[in-house]
């Protein structure tokens, strides 16, 4: 991978977010749309059925991350504390601090998975930006808990130590929940303590008008149940993508083996 030697800042790059709930399977949608511009690595799955595997979106997300780990960042993605944090604040903060990843290559755009409630204030920040929205249903917030606890959680065990320390659980809790979270269908509605967490970060504000043709909304059901070809077309049509046969049908087929993967409640 040739690697960007030199800092760059992210509103002076195309740049897609792709906006979700946390479960939803924005990661994977990241790592599909980062291949269509640039296949120089393999498209990999992990044995649970996320896209976390993919090295070049984690090079961007991991990076991206740090700068939103600040009290600043995590007011812009909470929509909190305008009181002391303004408007016009939020947007410099973005504009000043967010830079490209050395690792991540800068000739092509910068695919971002995100997660916040209000997705407004990146897209006025970098005006360079276009964003593929994933939205759920109330009643689909359960399914994307079992996602996440499924693929993510369940499948390292520091993480999943870290985070039920960060939830207040004790050492016996923690042991507990280790073993229970091995068979979770079975044992799913313990863990209702995590759906806090799973919900901080879903999307309060709605999508401004002014970014109407800047936002492709995609539902969940759509996501998962709709031709693979028909979604793949849409998303390219948005972000203006022109795709080659073979490469059509590679994504094409990542699609199916994404959804053959996902678990099932």
Not at 81 to 101: H, M, P, V
Not at 102 to 124: G, T
Not at 167 to 189: C, M, P, R, W, Y
């Amino acid at each position: 991978m040739k690697v960007n030697t030199s800092m760059k800042y992210l509103k002076d790059a195309p740049t897609v977010f792709v906006h979700y709930p946390i479960g939803a399977g924005g990661w994977f949608l990241a790592s599909l749309i980062y291949f269509a511009y640039d296949q120089s690595e393999s498209f990999e799955f992990d044995n649970k059925g996320s896209g976390h595997n993919n090295r070049a979106i984690q090079y961007i997300n991991n990076f991206y991350k740090d700068f939103l780990g600040s009290k600043e960042g995590a007011d812009i993605l909470e929509d909190a504390n305008y009181e002391n944090f303004s408007q016009q604040q939020r947007l410099a903060y973005l504009r000043d601090n967010l830079l490209i990843s050395p690792l991540a290559k800068d000739s092509v755009p910068q695919v971002i998975s995100i997660h916040c409630r209000n997705i407004n204030i990146f897209l006025e920040a970098f005006p360079n930006s276009k964003c593929i929205q994933i939205n759920i249903t109330d009643d689909q917030k359960k399914l994307c808990r079992f996602n996440y606890l499924f693929k993510i959680l369940s499948t390292t065990e520091i993480n999943f130590e870290t985070f039920c320390r960060d939830n207040g659980l004790s050492e016996t809790e923690i042991k507990n929940a280790k073993v229970k979270i091995q068979n979770l269908k079975d044992h799913f509605d313990e863990f209702e303590w995590t759906s806090k967490f799973i919900t901080k970060l879903n999307k309060t504000v709605e999508n401004s008008p002014e970014f109407d043709k800047r936002i492709l909304e995609i539902f969940y059901n759509e996501y998962i149940n709709d031709p693979a070809d028909y979604l793949l077309t849409e998303i390219c049509k948005f972000l203006e993508i022109s795709l080659e046969e073979n490469l059509r049908n590679d994504l094409t087929g990542y699609i199916f083996q994404y959804r053959a993967l996902q678990p099932k409640l």
